[in-house]
């Protein structure tokens, strides 16, 4: 009799039956609620220990023609310099002066200069007693800046620049301070080149100028030195002057005199014409080349251009720095959801598990008898 008792109690298969986990889940709803609720706050609250962080954004593209007018400028007077018969290219001018800002802005040691001399930098340091390296390093990693693509750069394509930190309005002021920062700096930049090229320039055009005097100056006294020798020669075979005087040559309407410089022969010129020649070529001025003028005119524009370092806005904005009005982190809400999710799924398992001992231990009970 207690083995047939025992075969109608004993389950006939493992099998799950879903109505019971529902059922059991159901009889301890509360305490499922409950641990849901707990894991809900706890989430919450760990959300308000967490550091937050604030994200503001400008989006930047190719300065205009009224924000680089002074540039432009700048360019043509080069361009006069170098008697270039068309005009600059307007739009190369302008992509130069935009590149030169989002490079410089991504370049690390421009953002650390700057990070380092910021309120935030010196707040940060103070409040977490962290070294000043790690803190400068963190805040590098939050300034993102997005640099052209080579096969998209247009003057119409627009770049974003974003700074993230724990307060909204801290976000915007350091990324508004750092864009202005970073304008000021590629004009350095580009007037510090541009000397470069200038000095390379001038130093060129000094050269070439060094050279024509000193082959004139050269030619000179070789021809001083012919003129005497050739006098001496002429005084010594007593020839006064050239017989027929000096030969001459029609050119067009004009009639040209030319002068025998065979050092050889230059004798035959006679007395009068060499002392002549030799008073001319001792006393007057050289007379140079028009290419030597022209050399001279441009060391003197250049040298002007120098000292002058146009202002110009190297870029334009199609968004300002914006002012967040969301955090990116934490995200309190989904942290929240998150946690109650997470702590309803621990209180079901330990609802189930909790029950199928139960039944396992009843079940145990029931066999015993």
């Known amino acids: ?6 075969a109608r109690v004993t389950p006939a298969n493992d099998e799950i039956d879903l109505l019971d986990l529902i059922s059991t889940l159901w009889q301890r709803k509360l305490l499922i ?3 849901a609720a707990l894991g809900f706050a706890g989430a919450y609250g760990a959300s308000l220990l967490m550091k937050e962080e604030w994200r503001s954004t400008a989006l930047v593209v190719a300065p205009r023609v009224a924000n680089t007018e002074a540039l ?8 006069r310099i170098n008697d270039a018969e068309n005009d600059i290219n307007v739009q190369a001018v302008l992509t130069e002066a935009f590149n030169l800002f989002l490079y410089t802005a991504a370049d690390s040691d421009e953002k650390s200069t700057y990070l380092a001399k910021t309120e935030l930098f010196q707040r940060l ?3 977490n007693g962290d070294a000043p390296a790690s803190v400068l390093d963190s805040l590098m990693r939050n300034l993102a800046v997005q640099i052209p693509d080579d096969k998209e750069k247009t003057l119409l394509a627009a770049y974003s620049i974003s700074f993230t930190t724990d ?3 801290t976000a915007q002021s350091t990324l508004t301070g750092y864009l202005v920062n970073i304008n000021e700096r590629a004009q350095e930049l580009f007037a510090r080149e541009s000397s470069n090229s200038f000095n390379a320039s001038i130093a060129m055009r000094k050269q070439q100028i060094a050279d024509i005097e000193r082959n004139l100056a050269t030619s000179r006294q070789v021809s001083i030195e012919n003129y ?3 006098l001496k020669t002429a005084q010594k075979a007593g020839i006064k002057s050239a017989p027929g005087g ?3 040559r029609t050119d067009g309407n004009s009639l040209v005199l030319e002068i025998n410089a065979n050092p050889q022969q230059l004798y035959l010129q006679g007395e009068e014409i060499l002392q002549a020649l030799l008073d001319v070529a001792k006393t007057e001025p050289i007379i140079y080349p028009s290419n030597y003028y022209r050399l001279k005119y441009e060391v003197e524009e250049l040298e002007k251009l120098t000292s002058q370092s146009p202002e110009f806005i190297a ?3 199609q968004m300002r720095p914006t002012l967040p009005t969301q955090r990116i982190s934490p995200k309190r809400a989904q942290l929240a959801v998150l946690g109650g999710v997470l702590g309803g799924v621990l209180a079901c398992l330990y609802v189930l598990i909790a029950g199928a001992f139960a039944n396992r231990r009843r079940a145990s009970s029931v066999g015993n008898v």
């Open 1 to 6: 009799m207690a083995e047939s008792n025992h």
């Open 33 to 35: 609620i409950l641990i």
């Open 72 to 79: 432009l400028d700048y360019k043509r007077a080069i361009n």
């Open 125 to 127: 340091v103070k409040e």
């Open 167 to 169: 307060n909204p309005e």
């Open 228 to 230: 005497e020798s050739a």
């Open 246 to 248: 000096l030969s001459g």
């Open 315 to 317: 870029f334009n904005y």
